[in-house]
Structures are given as structure tokens and as C-alpha cells.
């Protein structure tokens, strides 16, 4: 038996692309910091449920960032290429999918391996599929999940087809009918055989017949049985399973004798190959058959039913052929259908089921089935081996409609609408097939509801509808219904439905009456008459009214009016507002409907209008009021109106009066107001009062006369050295209403000579503004000043402020010199002696540097970045990019300003420039490398760097750094290099590093290819001449030194004997004519040559022994030969001319005269001729250099080499022809390379190479070559933008001037848009992105809402190619912080008051604010999606209007923009109760004027009492100062706070991504003062802050501050100050005692009589120690220690700022360092206005403030902390006091 084995399939897997989004592992770390992703691909293919594995590879390691690229013939893994072919043994899975897994992981390289993620693909095997970029995702969540796109095809093997690979291709010529190969590829093996199986000598014959299911074997006739008789042999049947052949070697055979000359072999396996024999036996010898195969037969295959349709009483069956009927004829097939009633049955016997008589064709009709049954239906298949059955498959007959239900009739007077539930299940139809009608008869016609068909019912149409109109009825009658369904199969009714026919509406109520009263009316009609069919109690009667709005009302709107109840004659109305114009309706209704009387109008009566013409005269300490009666008196008379008069001292914070007075109540319109104070705000209003109710005008405010009062809020700016700019807020002057007659002075005294009676000081002259400019000061001087308002009636002076005029600024700093690294620039200068007066210690010095820009000297500097301040003499910068060029200056500073120093232009040192190869010669197996001498060292000398080589065999396509398997050679000092010890004929990855003391920098990967090796020698095997030729041939070259044959040259070489042949000087050359025959022709008869056979390639040539060979004599051959006459008989020498050139010639001479002849013997000579033809090797080109490379031509046509030379032809026009006018002519070389330079980039060049001697030249082959150039422009295709961030797209560049796409990178060039008519243009001040090879690119830190201008630039070795500029708008972003400010509640309305803190960048026009409510409590809201929604038409307020009077209101505020949307906190509150006002008017409460401008036209306004809400004012955040694990926190509000109760609480969190939102942050405890300590958090951390204030109203939130803590491994950064470090921390206290205690003693030694005597005399003397104390202070302030005299923004606080407010919030607020005034009234601060602080969100600044005491012999000092903000003064709660 002979085996043969194949695979049935091949699965071709092709990888095209990995994509691994931020180069990320699978639990969402980075896969490295600083290089990119090292991927290993770790693959398995096998099937999914079996778990059997087909292949398995583990790749090599691909060093990419998030994207790696495959090509064809990418090396996967050693031996391994893409794509992947893999070998499939068996069939394809026939139950079970093929899946392909791979587990992508990150190299560490120490044997340690990080997972990427799992990807799985699952796919049913069919041989066919093919698919291309299939994109398998996956499994990872933590972020997001990889992707692997590949291409996967399945195709049989040879040998194997069908779907599963599972059906051989049998043997050629095996026919089924004889033969089949078993599943065995081109085998046969016959199954059933006819003639002898063999011939035995003396021995009987036998002969095998396969009989299926079992084996029947047949015995021959026996043609001999060794001359015995019958009875004396023995045929016996041997069989054997193959496979426990295979298994046990034969040992379990079974023998069997047969009877006669057949046997049957029954109880076999089905579907099994056997091997069997016949064996012959009789008394002499044994004789067996060959071994033949035989396999028995099996089962049909499972028939599988394809269709079944069913009617009400048929079902017809379809099922597939089966393809094949177990090895029997397809005539021995029949089928059967078994079906059986019933929802169920899975058992393979069917005792029960009915059978189909035994069917031919593929389909069976069912019939006289019952209706609307179920029916389960099977196929049997049979043949002679048995019997097979289809799955079980169910399928109902059709039937009538099910569930046909009534749903709801509406009820009219003569007519009733019919609607049903739609029938769901209609047996089985289509719903298309369903139709509907109603039966229904009169209630006193003859019916039974029990019967079936009613004869007597009337039956409306046949619809397909729901619903249906009867009408025609009687009014007041009962009817029976019911609903008729029809389907193809019949009919389904519903139950009868019992109903009633309504009647008519009664008439309308006529002639209304109306009484009104304030707050009832009373309503009297006449009795209807007709009640519609209905008796009269089934009637009733109400009447619906509403506020009369000017509009007619609409009878429809039930819920539009408000509904009382009457009796068929009178209605009563109560609860009515007073004074209000009123609509009435009655109507009377029953279930019929209803008919209303017309609209009638009343109004009840009112309160009085407000009086008029009011006018109030103010004297020195008493008002007069007087006033006209009411237009308007609520329907009273004017006897009845009295009047009273309503005064106060007036209030900022209130609409009306602190402590209101009322006068009596009267008849009179005049009233005057007497023991008022003078000088004083008076609010004033005048009540009219009638039985209805009260009505008072607005609050009028008034002041009585009096001296003015003192000029507040006096702001010291613009101090120098000489003068000082004063303004202050304005007095007001009493002399008059409205009076402006006032006068201002400033007097003022140097501080230390100003006493009590003011006797030193100076007066100004006359002032009528509020700012002065105060000149002729002297300098760094202390001054007091007060500002004096002065009218008719007398002055008044505010409180003393003290200033201090400044000094010099300091020298400008002279630089000395710089010392630079690659990240840091030492700067050194020449220490100042001289500080403009000022002490030394207070002189300080920093650098200032920025990115190289053109600044001047005093030009301000946006962008630059400023280093701490020190009194030394150098500063080193650190951090900085290398290779870059700044601009540095330094800064000197001192309490008067700054002075700075020049610009100075540095330059940080940087990694060399990267080299460029210029060319790479192969020589052998070594490569010559050539490289451009850099022209920049990163700052270095160029001649210093050092250069490397880097070579590996792997291809490379990255040009970073990493290179895993690469050769690195020595450094190198020079600009070429020869790699030596190269494999032959090997393609080569080759850079060159360069290196300096900085870093190193890498050129770009070049490939080359190193020689191989010259041809094997060959040798001449024959040879064979004729008089002019030659024929020889050699031994076949069987290699060719690793090339390619088409790169093998064979030619033959030959010369007369007579010529050296050392160098082949004048050989000749023959073509050959097969690789292994040559025939030499021209040549010489009777002449002896050498020839030898010439193998040449790329890498050299091999050459054969020199063969001698003489041509035959020419005698015989009848050549002619020219012959010359010379006639001088003399003549020894004769010029042959017009000879070929490189020819052979023969010649003798021949002698005679009349008497004899003589001939010489034949001699030969060579002409000389051009050389041979050169040929190019290699060409390289650079954007405008081209390197030729050609080998040596081997004849130089007999001349000698010295007289060889080459020059190239070279022209950039397409040649095809020799001659090239045209052409540009290089130089004439002995080399064979040359470097042609000056060539134009990007463009193609056709050269050829020239040989020549004096012969003349030849010519070589043109080639084309083309020089780099310029990539392509890149071409943006997408723009996506939000708040803060771009991410360009563009795509690649399809041409990279000729250099690998791989090597193109892209940047982005970006900037703020010029703005140039509206239309936003290209930046100026432009940034530039880092590099990129992929084609989209992310910009971030973009300010919102601003238009941006960009290009893409694409850039390669000889330059860079623009995109064109782009614009785009940046988002702006979401509203932010919505504070509801003030409520203001009524009866029937709310108005609210917001303030929308942050607008996201966006003009107030462009934001939508919309008021939300709903009536509840808010705690009973989950969501609101029911609530209604109103636009408000301004931007701070909104008037809910039409509340019910006593209800919870529930509301929120919503700001919203195209970026998203803010809410306020949800506030609830509820309308008021009316009431009815007395005399006595609360201090809480007031009255308006507001009224509906509805009515106003038509009756008087009536007044709502009104509550009003303050929420607390809005904190601004003022300082922070931050430590390291602390955040010291101070903050104001936006307006006093006088009569509010409220307390605080911190919110906080650490922030942890871009988003500055404060949802999850954490709250402190309540506090009631404004400052706070957060502690315990965590060094060097980012956090977010917001202060939230609040009351029993609400809450008010300050915007949310960004700040860091510091780092607990630097020193405390201070302004300035030796103090500050010392006086931080605990020791802080100590420190304090300890000079007070100094200061003290020096008090009490030298100014022992301090405290006793004369007063002045004393205070003249105190003066100095006050300026120790004063210094004392200063230094604690500017220490910044943790007394709390200092809280400040601390340097790396980023204090956010809110486009949307006020302007006042981005102006900065600066304060002297050194100056803290001392008063004897007050506080006040001057200060540096050059030096800046940082812009907060409210100006506030923090400033010690010391005030003097006197008790007895002690001088007490006491600190009170101030805040000032919009020129108020608040004071605060911290204080500490110094004895």
C-alpha cells in the first residue's frame, strides 16, 4: 500500500498596519518616557473551541511610535517574512471558526515584557475567503483600545477542494465507477475487479467483488489447481481494517474460509477502508493475491428542509437534495415526510406520526390539516444502509383573528364613535389581510345577545381602521354593539357592548346683574327653560371669570379662568382683588354639553393712586412737603382720603429710611418737618389712605444745610522724588439742593514737624477739582496731608494720610561677561557702590531673558521670564533649551524703580548639526563612506566634533537614536570612512553619527549594497580552426560570485603570438554565441593566436589559461589578397593606409625581375583603434551634485593606458541619439569617478560616460538619474478646534524630491491672526511646533475665543515646502459661576437678580440666560425636564409674573453659549398673602408703584407689599500664600456687609487634569472671619481654591484660584528682605520678642524722660525710635513671615481672571515695600507703582497698620490688619500689640 500525505489548506495572513493610540500599555501607562514603543508581536492561529493550534511566531522587536507599518517582505521574525503563509493539515473546521490571537507587548530588554494589549479575530474556514484590511480591535479598556490591520485569505492545497479542503482530487483517468482515491490526492484504488487478480504457478487463482454494505468476494475460475481435484483446495478470505494495520502491524487479521467460489463478509464498520486478499491452498503450496482496498458504504446524508408554507388546511414542505447517497446510486434514494400535531416533541422515534407515501422529488403537499393548529414536520431520507432524518421544524395552519375587543365609545346625540383594541394575532396572516366592521341594533328591537347571526342588526362597512363613526341614531336610545374581524380564513366577533345615545345641552342663563364690592360681586340671572331632554337637577350651574387684560377671552381656555358655583338663579364671587377690572361668563351645562351667556365686565373698587406734584423745600434743620390730592380714588369719595408723611435718616443699603417717622394721619396736603439734623440725608414719601387699603409715592431723598462734608477716599499716586499726584472722592456741600459751591486745600507737613496746631504746615491754594499734583517735595522724605472742603456755611478736613517721596533709582548694571552651557547661562556684573540714597541692603538685582527677539533697551518685554532676585554679583539661568539664542539683561532695583542693562545676544550650545552623506562606494566587500564636513557645532569649533558610522543589515526606518542590532565603528576625525570585513553582495543601513560635548546628532539612513564575488573559472574544452576563424568551447560557469546570471559577461579574448599579452594591450574581443561557444572570425590563415575565455560581473572577471592556436593555411581556401605595387626599386619602407581600425593584418613581400622571384614569409600586424565602450556601476545624487561611478575599460585599442582618459555628457534634456550638441562636458579624468556639481534640485539628468585615446572616444549607454529636491507642499484636510486647542491634519506628501517618504517630517507654523479689515491674516509673532512624521499634529495652550493663523511645512535634507496660511477661531468656553444676588417677592411675582461671573470669553450679547421654575418645594425635584423654561430679554434680571398668591416657588438661573451651559443653586421662596396695609408702615416691607401695564389705562394701580432677599455679596479671593504643605488663604467681599450675618467655607481639591472645576472638591468647616490655613497638603502640588459665602439665604461663590504649594527641597522665595526665612515657621514669635525686648531697652536708655514733660517736646524726640519701629515693620512685611502681616500671590500662582468682569478686576494695585504710614486718625499706602503685583480677582492689598497709644510712661503700638479695595478702607480682626 503506498501513502501519501498533504496539507489540505494554506491560511495567507498579510499585517499592513499596527496603530497603538499615545503609545500605550495595557494598563494606561506610557510605553516609555523618553524613546518610542519596542513592540513584539506574539501570534497564534488555530481553531476557537477545540483549542487546536496551527502555527505560532513570536516577532521581532519593532522599535515605532503609534503607528507600525508593514510591507511586503517586512521581516516578522528570523526566516519569517510578511506576509505570513501558514500550512493547514487536515480539512478546515467543519463546527468550530479559525482564530487568530496575538498579545502585543513591550520589550524592556532584560527579559522582562510589558502587555499593549489582546486582539482575537474569529472567521468561518471556507476555502475562497479572501479579505483585505480586516481591522481587528482590542480587548483593552483602561484606555483606548489598539488596532491591527491585515489581510486574510484560505485557498486548498493541491490535491485538495471543496468548501472545507476536505474532497481529494483524485488520480487522472479514475473513474468513479471503478476507482476512488479514499481522501488520498492523486491516488486510485479500484473498488471492484472483473479479471484475475494474479497468476499462480501450480496454484489456484482467485478474484475479489466489493458488495456494499457488506464485502462479497468472488473467486476466478481457476485456470489451475496444481492438478488436484476441487475437493482437495481451500479458498480462504483474508481482511484486515486499514487502520489497525497501521496500528498493530497486521497481527489482528481475520481469516475466513469461504464456501464456493464466493464469500460475503457482513457486521463490517460503515464508511471504513479495508485491505483484503484471497489466499489458495492446496496439499502441495499456498498461494495469495495482492493486497486490494475496499470501503464499505454509509447512511444518506441529513436532509435539510428549505421552505414551508402554510394555508388554513395545507402545509406543502421543501427540503435540499442531498448531494450524495452514502456510495449508493441516487436511484436507491427516497424520501418521506413524518408530521405530527403538536407544539413539541423531540424524540427520534415518532410512534404516532403520520407518513407520506415514499416521494421521488424534493417537495410534499399536506392537506386536510385542521385549522389554526400547530404541526411539527420532518424529512426521512433512506437508502439500502439505513435511514436518515432532518431536524424537527414547526409551523402553524392558519387561522382566524384572536383577542377582536371593543376599546371605547364616545357618545354624541345621534351618533357614537366606535373604537378596538387592533388585532394582534391574526392566524397567522398578514395584518395587510385584516378587515373591521360593527354590527349594532336598536335595544327595543327583537335581539338575543346569546345568538350568533343577528338578521335584524344593521352593519356599517368594511374598514381597516381602529375606529369607526355610526350616526343616524335616536337621541336618548340604548344600542348593542359588537365588532366583526375577517381574515382569508373567516370570521371573529366580539363580545356585545351595551350603550347610550346622549341628549342636548340646556339653554343659556340670561339677564346677568352685577354688584361688586372691593373684594365680592354678586351675581343674579333668570332660570332657563329648556333643559336639553335632562331633568333640572341634573343641571348645573357656575360662572368663570378672570382679570379683565384688555383682550377678548376666549371660551375655549378652560384653565384660563378661575370657576365659582351657583344655583340655577344667582352666583356669589369673593376673594377678589381690589380695585381690578373683571370678565364674567354663567354657564349652565349637563353631559350633553353646555351654552354660556355672554361676557359682562365689572370692576370692584380700589385703593387711591398715589398723590401728586410733590414738593419738598429743605432748610437748615427742617423740611417742607406739600402736594396735590389723588387723580384716581378707588371708587371713594374725596372725604373719604386722608394723608401721612413718612421720614428718616436715609441708608445706602435699604430703599427707604434706617428708622422711619410717621406723621398723624389728616386731611391736609402741607406739612413741614421740623427738628431735622443739619447736613443730613433725608428719605421722604407721602401715604394716601382710603377704606380700601394705603398707597404711597416713592421714597424721595433729600438733604438739609449745613457745612460740607470731609473729602473720603484720598489716594496718594504718581509719588517721585519731587512730587506726588492727590485725588480724592468729592465732599458734598449743604448751602443748597443740588448745590456745588464747594472749595478744596490740601495742607500738608513734613512728618516729623507736623504737631498738634499744625504750626510747620502749608496750605495749597484754592482747588475746584478733585486731583492735584503736589510739587516741590523733597526727596525720600516722610509727608502728611490733609485734604480740606470748604463752603459758605464753613469747612471740613479729612484725616491725616501719610506718603513718602522716593529716592534715585539705581546705576544702570554693567555685564561683565557670560558663561554658557548647553541648558544654562551664567551672567556676571560689576557690583554698584551707589543706591540713589537708599540703603545698600535695599539694593537687588535679576536677569530678564526671553527667546532671541528685537527688544530696545527700555522696551516693556511680554514674554520674558524674570529670576529671583539676589545681592550678588552673578546669577545662573538653568532649564534652557540648548542650541537656542536669548536675550538677556540685567535688572538693578531698589525702592524708587529700576534700572536695566542693554540687551546681550547669547547662545546656548546644542548637539552638531546632522551630518549629510554625499556618497558610498562599494569596493569588494567593504564600503567606502563619504560625508559633507559640517558647517555647524552646536556652538562649538567644527573641527572638534567627532564623527561615527553606524551599519546594520536590518532595514532601518527610524532616525532617532536607537538603533538595537547596529555596528558602530571608532570615532572618526575625518569625513570618510572604509567598512571593512562586510559580508559580499550584502544590502547595507548606514549613517553617521555626529558628536561634540553636548549630545549627539544622527543623518539619515542610507542603503547600500556591498560586491559580491567575480564568476567561478572556467576552462576550454575545444577548440577548432578554419583558415579565418576559430571555434572553441568551454565548461559551463555554474556561478556567478552571488549575482545574478543576467549579471554575467562571457567574451573571448585573442592576439597574435606575437604580441605581449601581459596586459592585453592589443587583444581583440569576440562576442559570444551560447554561454559555453565562441567563433572567432578576421582573423589571419596559417597564423598562430592565443585565446582565452573572459567571465566577467560587477565585482570583477575570471579568465582561462592562454590556449595556443594556429588557423589553417590558407593555400586551399582561394582567399584574395591585395596586392601593392612598388615600383622604385630602391624603396625600403611603404605607408598602408585606409586600414580598419583594431584589425589584424598579414603581409609578405614579394621580390622579382625578368629572371626569378623570392616571397618572405607571412608576417602580421594590428591596427589600432578606439577603446572599448565604458560602463556605469553606480549613480548617487544629492539636490545639486550627482557621483558617477564606472568600471575601467579593459582595451584601450592598443594604445597605452597613459593614453586613456574619460569625460561624462551630461544635459537635462531627454536624449535618444549619440549626438548631444547640446550637452554640458565635464573634464577630462583618468578615474573612474567624478562628482558633477551645480546641477539644478529636483530635476532629472540623462549622462553618459566617454572613453578616449587618439584614436578617437566611445561612447557609453545613457542613463537617467535625478537629483533630490524640495517635498511636495502638504495640503491641509482638517480642522478641529475647542476652547484652548487645535489638532491640525494634512496629508502626507505623495513626493519627497526623491528621498524616502519615510524620511519627510512635517511642522507647524502658528500664531495669533493680524486682523486687516475685519478679516483675520497671517501671524508675526509666529510659534513653531516640534517635528512630527505622522500627518496630524495637536496644538495646545491656545487662548479661547481668538483666531489663529497656521501652515503646514514640510521639510527634508534640501529644504522645506508651505501649505497655505489657514485661519480658525479657537471656542470660547462655558459660562461659569452664576451667583444669584438679590430677590425681590410679591404677591403674584418674583424678580430676580444674578450676576454670571465668567463669561467664557464671549460678549454679554452672545449669552442666552434663561429662569427655570416649577410650584414646590425643591427638596421634592429629582430632575427637571417638565420645568418651564422663559428667556430673560437682559442679562441681570428677570420678573416671574402671574404667581398664585401663599405658593413655594422652586427656580434656578441658566446662563448658556455655544459651548455649554452654567445653573445657579436651586432657591426657593414663596409669594405673599394679600393684604390690606394700616398707617403703620413696616421698616421691612414697602410699597411700589409697579403696576400692569395691562390695565393701566383703564383703573388705577394697585400696590403690592413686597419682600426683598439679599444673597450675600460675591468673595474675591485677594492673597495666598503659599508654603509647603499649607495654603494661607485672604479674601474680601464685593460690598459691606453692615446688618448681614455671614460665614464661609473653603472648597478645595488637588487638580488633576485640564478642567478647573470645583464639583468634587472638598469643604472646610465654617468660618466667620476672611482668611483661612488649609494644611496637610501635599508639597509641590497644584490645587484648586474657592471661597463660598453665605447666609440664611444663599450662597455666593469667588472664582476658582489655581496655586501650588512649594517644594519641600527649595528655599522659601521672598520678595526681598534678610528677615524672611528667619521669621517663617515656628520661630517666628520668638524672633519678634526678641527685638521688641532690643527695642524697648534702647527706649528706655536714651530717651529716659520720654514719657514725661512736654507733650510736643516729646513727640519731636520719639521720632527716631519710630523710624527703628517703622523699619522694625517693614521687615516683618516684606519677610512675608507667618505673623500674618503679609499675605501675598506667591510666584507660581496662576490667579485666573474673568472676561466678563468688571474692568476694576484686571487692573493691578501696587504699595511701596518700604512704607507703612503711622497716623494718628487712620491708615493709608503709597508705594512703587513700577512694581507689579499679580492681577487678582479683586483689587486688595494687605498692609500693617501701626497706631499709637499713650497710657501713663508706655507707648503701645497695635497692628491692625486693613484691607483696601475700590478705594475703601475695611478693618479687620487681626491685630497683635507690641509694649
Known sequence: VSCQFTNHAKLTINFNRYYNPNERLYNGKKCDVFTMCDYVFNVAVGTSRKNDTYYTLKSNTFEKGEYVYFSAGTLLASNVRNPIIIPIPTALP?????????????????????????????????????????????????????????????????????????????????????????????????????ELISKLDATPDGLVKIVIPVLRVHNAQVASIGGYNTSQVQFYVEYQKWSDYFHNNGNDLIRVLAQGNHHRISNLSSNTDYRLRITVRNPVATRSSVWINATTNDLPGRPVISALVSTSTTITVRWLPLPSNGGYPMSNLSYYVEYLQSDSYQENDCPGCMISPSINNFYFLMDNLRIGKPYLIRIKATNPGGTSYSGWRKINTKGYPRNVKIDQIIRNSTSLNVTWFPVIDNGGYDPSDLTYFIEFIN?????????????????????????????????????????????????????????????????????????????????????????????????????????????????????????????????????????????????????????????????????????????????????????????????????????????????????????????????????????????????????????????????????TRGVPSAPSNITIRNITSISVLINWSPGKSFTGQNSTDLTYYIKYSVHRLRNIDCKFCQITPPIRNTIYELKGLDSFTVYDISVIASNKLGNKSSTWVRFTTLGQRPQIPEILHTEVTSSSVTVRWKLQSYNGGYDMKQLWYHLQYVIETNYSKNSTCRFCQNTTSTQANYIQIVGLSQDTKYNIRVIASNPAGISSSDWMKVSTTGPPERPIITGITAVGSSLIVRWDKLTYNGGFPVNDANF?????????????????????????????????????????????????????????????????????????????????????????????????????????????????????????????????????????????????????????????????????????????????????????????????????????????DLHESSVTDWNQFKTTGIPDKPRITDATTTSSTASIVWLPVDYNGGYRREFLSYFVQYTNTELRHNDCKQCLLSANITGTTI????????????????????????????????????????????????????????????????????????????????????????????????????????????????????????????????????????????????????????????????????????????????????????????????????????????????????????????????????????????????????????????????????????????????????????????????????????????????????????????????????????????????????????????????????????KSYSSILRVKTKASSKPIQRNSGLLGPLLGGGTAAIVLVIVVMILYVKVVKKRGGLFHGDREKKQMEQGPIYEEIDNFVNVLYESGSSLGLQQKNGTNGDVLTNASMDRLLHHQTSINSNSVLLTDSGISASGDHNKSRPCTNFEHVKAPQLQRSFSGDDGYYNFDSISRGHGRTDYGDNSFLIK
Open 94 to 194: 467543519t463546527s468550530d471558526v479559525l482564530q487568530f490571537s496575538v498579545n502585543v507587548m513591550e520589550d524592556e530588554f532584560n527579559s522582562r515584557y510589558e502587555t499593549v494589549d489582546y486582539l482575537r479575530y474569529y472567521h468561518n474556514a471556507l476555502s475562497g475567503i479572501s479579505l483585505q484590511n480586516v481591522v481587528i480591535t482590542g480587548k483593552r479598556t483602561a484606555v483606548s483600545p489598539s488596532q491591527l490591520t491585515i489581510g486574510f485569505k484560505i485557498d486548498c492545497e493541491s490535491g485538495w477542494n471543496g468548501p472545507k479542503c476536505d474532497n481529494a482530487i483524485c488520480a487522472s483517468g479514475c473513474n468513479i465507477r471503478h476507482g476512488s482515491c479514499n481522501n488520498r490526492p492523486y491516488t486510485c484504488r479500484l473498488y471492484l475487479m472483473d
Open 1235 to 1594: 562628482t558633477i556639481e551645480n546641477l539644478y534640485r529636483n530635476s532629472s539628468y540623462w549622462i553618459r560616460i566617454v572613453s578616449q585615446n587618439p584614436a578617437g572616444g566611445n561612447y557609453g549607454n545613457w542613463i537617467k538619474i535625478s537629483t533630490k529636491g524640495l517635498p511636495s507642499k502638504p495640503e491641509i484636510t482638517g480642522i478641529h478646534r475647542n476652547s484652548t486647542s487645535l489638532l491640525i491634519e494634512w496629508d502626507p506628501v505623495p513626493y519627497n524630491g526623491g528621498y524616502e517618504l519615510s524620511t519627510v517630517e512635517y511642522y507647524v507654523t502658528f500664531g495669533a491672526s493680524i486682523m486687516e479689515n475685519g478679516f483675520p491674516g497671517p501671524c508675526r509673532e509666529c510659534n513653531q511646533s516640534l517635528l512630527t512624521s505622522g500627518n496630524n499634529l495637536a496644538l495646545t495652550s491656545f487662548s479661547p475665543l481668538t483666531y489663529y493663523s497656521f501652515r503646514v511645512t514640510a521639510i527634508n535634507i534640501v529644504g522645506s515646502s508651505n501649505s497655505s496660511w489657514q485661519s480658525i477661531q479657537t471656542k470660547g468656553l462655558a459660562p461659569n459661576h452664576l451667583n444669584v444676588s438679590e430677590i425681590i417677592t410679591s404677591v403674584n411675582s418674583i424678580t430676580i437678580f444674578w450676576r454670571l461671573l465668567f463669561s467664557g470669553g464671549y460678549p454679554l450679547d452672545e449669552i442666552d440666560f434663561f429662569v427655570q421654575y416649577i410650584e414646590g418645594l425643591c427638596l421634592e425635584i429629582s430632575n427637571c425636564t417638565s420645568c418651564p423654561s422663559f428667556k430673560s430679554t437682559n442679562w441681570t434680571s428677570y420678573t416671574i409674573n402671574k404667581l398664585p398668591a401663599g405658593t413655594d416657588i422652586c427656580f434656578r438661573i441658566i446662563a448658556s453659549n455655544e459651548i455649554g451651559v452654567c445653573y445657579s443653586q436651586w432657591i426657593q421662596r414663596q409669594t405673599l398673602e394679600p393684604t390690606v396695609a394700616t398707617t403703620q408702615i413696616s421698616v421691612a416691607t414697602s410699597t411700589a408703584t409697579r403696576s400692569h401695564s395691562s390695565y393701566m389705562t383703564t383703573v388705577p394701580s394697585t400696590p403690592h407689599t413686597r419682600t426683598r432677599t439679599i444673597f450675600p455679596p460675591m468673595p474675591y479671593i485677594t492673597s495666598v500664600e503659599e508654603g509647603w504643605n499649607y495654603l494661607n488663604i485672604s479674601w474680601l467681599l464685593e460690598r459691606s456687609t453692615v446688618g448681614l450675618s455671614v460665614s464661609y467655607f473653603v472648597r478645595y481639591k488637588e487638580q488633576t487634569d485640564e478642567n478647573i472645576t470645583c464639583n468634587d472638591c472638598q469643604d472646610s468647616l465654617p468660618i466667620f472671619q476672611q482668611y483661612y490655613v488649609l494644611k496637610n497638603l501635599l508639597n509641590d502640588t497644584i490645587y484648586l481654591v474657592q471661597v463660598v459665602a453665605m447666609n440664611n439665604i444663599g
Open 443 to 703: 335595544k327595543s328591537s327583537q335581539f338575543d345577545d346569546n345568538q350568533l347571526r343577528c338578521s335584524a342588526c344593521k352593519v356599517t362597512k368594511n374598514v381597516t381602521d381602529t375606529f369607526v363613526l355610526i350616526d343616524g341614531l335616536k337621541a336618548l336610545t340604548e344600542y348593542y354593539l359588537r365588532l366583526h374581524a375577517i381574515n382569508p380564513t373567516g370570521v371573529s366577533m366580539s363580545l356585545w357592548e351595551s350603550t347610550r345615545t346622549m341628549g342636548y345641552p340646556p339653554d343659556a342663563p340670561t339677564e346677568i346683574v352685577i354688584v361688586a364690592d372691593a373684594r365680592t360681586a354678586s351675581i343674579n340671572y333668570n332660570r332657563i327653560t329648556y333643559y336639553g331632554g335632562y331633568s333640572l337637577g341634573s343641571i348645573t350651574f357656575y360662572a368663570r371669570y378672570r382679570v379683565n387684560n384688555g383682550d377678548v377671552p376666549n371660551s375655549d381656555c378652560n384653565s384660563c379662568y378661575q370657576r365659582s358655583y351657583g344655583t340655577e338663579s344667582s352666583v356669589q364671587l369673593t376673594a377678589l382683588l381690589v380695585g381690578t377690572a373683571y370678565h364674567v361668563q354663567i354657564v349652565a351645562f349637563n353631559e350633553a354639553g353646555q351654552n354660556a351667556s355672554q361676557w359682562k365686565t365689572f370692576t370692584t373698587r380700589g385703593k387711591p393712586s398715589a398723590v401728586i406734584d410733590i414738593k419738598i423745600t429743605a432748610k437748615l434743620s427742617m423740611v417742607v412737603v406739600t402736594w396735590h390730592r389723588p387723580l384716581n380714588t378707588g371708587g371713594y369719595n374725596y372725604s373719604q382720603i386722608s394723608y401721612f408723611v413718612e421720614y428718616g435718616i436715609g441708608s445706602a443699603d435699604i430703599d427707604g429710611c434706617q428708622s422711619c417717622t410717621s406723621t398723624p394721619t389728616n386731611k391736609n396736603t402741607t406739612v413741614s418737618l421740623v427738628g431735622l439734623k443739619s447736613s443730613s440725608e433725608y428719605r421722604i414719601r407721602v401715604v394716601a389712605v382710603n377704606p380700601a387699603g394705603v398707597f404711597a409715592t416713592n421714597w424721595t431723598s433729600v438733604w
Open 948 to 1152: 561615527y558610522v553606524q551599519y546594520s543589515t536590518n532595514e532601518q526606518q527610524s532616525n532617532d537614536s536607537h538603533c538595537q542590532l547596529c555596528l558602530l565603528t571608532n570615532s572618526i576625525n575625518d569625513v570618510s570612512v572604509t567598512l571593512t570585513g562586510l559580508a559580499h553582495l550584502t544590502k547595507y543601513w548606514i549613517r553617521v553619527l555626529a558628536e561634540n560635548p553636548v549630545s549627539r546628532s544622527y543623518g539619515l539612513w542610507h542603503p547600500a549594497w556591498t560586491l559580491g564575488l567575480p564568476p567561478g573559472r572556467t576552462s576550454i574544452t575545444s577548440i577548432s580552426t578554419t583558415p579565418y576563424s576559430i571555434s572553441l568551447t568551454w565548461r559551463e560557469i555554474t556561478y556567478n560570485g552571488l549575482y545574478d546570471t543576467r549579471d554575467l559577461l562571457i567574451y573571448v579574448q585573442f592576439v597574435s603570438i606575437d604580441f605581449v599579452t601581459k596586459d592585453c594591450r592589443y587583444c581583440d574581443h569576440a562576442n559570444v554565441t551560447t554561454s559555453t561557444s565562441a567563433i572567432i572570425s578576421s582573423v589571419v590563415p596559417n597564423t598562430t593566436y592565443k585565446v582565452r575565455v573572459v567571465a566577467q560581473n560587477p565585482a570583477g572577471s575570471t579568465k582561462t589559461d592562454w590556449r595556443d592556436v594556429m588557423t589553417k593555411d590558407s593555400a586551399s581556401s582561394g582567399a584574395k589578397l591585395n596586392v601593392i605595387d612598388i615600383t622604385p626599386e630602391t624603396a625600403t619602407v611603404y605607408k598602408l593606409v585606409k586600414l580598419s581600425q583594431n584589425t589584424i593584418y598579414v603581409w609578405r613581400i614579394k621580390t622579382y
